[in-house]
């Protein structure tokens, strides 16, 4: 089977490839200007040709086929939803975990365009950290605001914490599991570059590394943070180890820890919430109503579209006042679709992450293995696979690393 790339690209794959960088560039940024260019590959990819070739491909991998029993369970959640606006906005949120599949798929078989889409997602957000910074020190140095005598640079720390994603309208959660992600991936190519001669490229990748990092402690959204951290630290050993390069674990270690513990100390917002455990007992009382309600439903939950509502409810009883006002949902994955869905939801979900790592670990796709322990790891402290900005990152990121030839027909 020849690749699709054999050829040259006509006008119509070249509309596709503008729509698909479109789309990942904006990402971090605006909802509304992500979702048109989401339309715009949509309706390039189905005026190139190719569209009926992609869908047939992923219909029969298993993978794709978990994917449509998680979008049917909200789909039939509808059913049983009084709020059905609600539970629309549900399915129309989740689309992209079935369209992004397909559309990628024909794509992402050529490993210069695969790369080129993660090159893309990291420049995406680096700008989006880029512009964030800047626009925070123009208010700092421009403006005089969250000025402090006596601190670096008479800089209020904390406050330069709090308001960092704010300048782009990001939530800090869900910015720093992007730049974690991205951390991932350059990680990834420092480790194949480490093996070239070309050592500019390792300093350039180890500065972005350095980049992503230290943004992310300034971000000082906990769960991700520790989760990513985690996650390179034992990667980092294991592939080491597998090297039979036991000189380089100590180095690694003594390094990784000393510049972690380096950002750490002169970090005064993440500091005040790792010690103080701010908004940990939120959440419990967030937990404790929403069990409350799946208590009463405990199989297929109280439907997608009144989750919400019924949390509001709850809220309100367990006298949550702010909470019930800012309408929360439970900052807790697992107890959402509980909610939502019901066991099967979660049961469904959970096989989903499950089948991702199995992929992972049998073609050695570790990459892919780093991003879905991250998620599922989030998915403890936040609704990650409820907001448009953490299902479009799994939906893109699973889209370009696990739907391969090799994974279709009867392997998987």
């Not at 892919?368 to 990650?384: A, D, P, Q, R």
Request: glycine share 6%; with cysteine.
């Amino acid at each position: 089977m020849l690749l699709r790339n054999s050829t040259s690209p006509t006008l119509k794959d070249k509309l596709l490839e503008i729509g698909l960088l479109g789309f990942i560039l904006t990402m971090p940024f605006k909802i509304q200007v992500n979702s048109l260019f989401l339309i715009l590959s949509v309706v390039a990819w189905l005026i190139s040709g190719h569209a009926w070739t992609d869908v047939r491909a992923v219909l029969k991998m298993r993978l794709y086929q978990v994917y449509l029993l998680l979008y049917f369970l909200y789909l039939v959640g509808l059913l049983y939803s009084a709020n059905t606006q609600a539970a629309f906005a549900e399915l129309e949120l989740k689309v992209s975990l079935l369209l992004l599949p397909p559309i990628f798929y024909g794509r992402v078989q050529d490993k210069a365009r695969q790369n080129r889409y993660l090159y893309t997602f990291v420049l995406a957000c680096f700008i989006a950290a880029a512009a964030s910074l800047a626009l925070l020190l123009y208010r700092i140095y421009g403006e005089g605001l969250y000025r402090a005598e006596g601190q670096p640079l008479q800089i209020d720390w904390v406050y330069f914490s709090y308001f960092l994603p704010k300048q782009i309208d990001f939530h800090s959660p869900f910015f720093s599991m992007y730049a974690v992600t991205s951390m991932f991936i350059v990680t990834y190519w420092l480790i194949n570059a480490a093996e070239s001669t070309k050592r500019w490229k390792v300093i350039v990748l180890v500065s972005l590394l350095f980049f992503f990092l230290t943004f992310s402690v300034a971000l000082a959204s906990r769960t991700a943070l520790v989760a990513g951290i985690t996650i390179l630290f034992i990667g980092g050993i294991a592939h080491f180890i597998a090297q039979k390069r036991y000189v380089q674990v100590g180095v690694f270690l003594v390094l990784f820890m000393a510049v972690f513990g380096l950002l750490y100390l002169n970090t005064p917002y993440l500091r005040q919430k790792m010690e103080g455990g701010t908004g940990v007992s939120q959440r419990q009382q967030l937990w404790h109503s929403s069990f409350e309600l799946i208590k009463q439903h405990p199989i297929i939950g109280i439907g997608s579209g009144d989750a919400r509502d019924e949390q509001v409810v709850q809220y309100r009883k367990s006298g949550l006042v702010k909470e019930a006002e800012q309408r929360l949902d439970a900052h807790n994955q697992y107890i959402q679709l509980a909610l939502a869905l019901g066991l099967t939801g979660v049961l469904t979900y959970i096989a989903t992450l499950a089948y991702l790592l199995h992929l992972s670990f049998r073609y050695e796709v570790y990459l892919l293995t780093g991003f879905v322990m991250l998620y599922s790891m989030c998915g403890v402290t936040e609704s990650v696979f409820n907001a448009q900005k953490g299902l479009i990152l799994f939906s893109f990121i699973t889209s370009v690393l696990a739907f391969k030839q090799k994974h279709g027909k009867n392997a998987d």
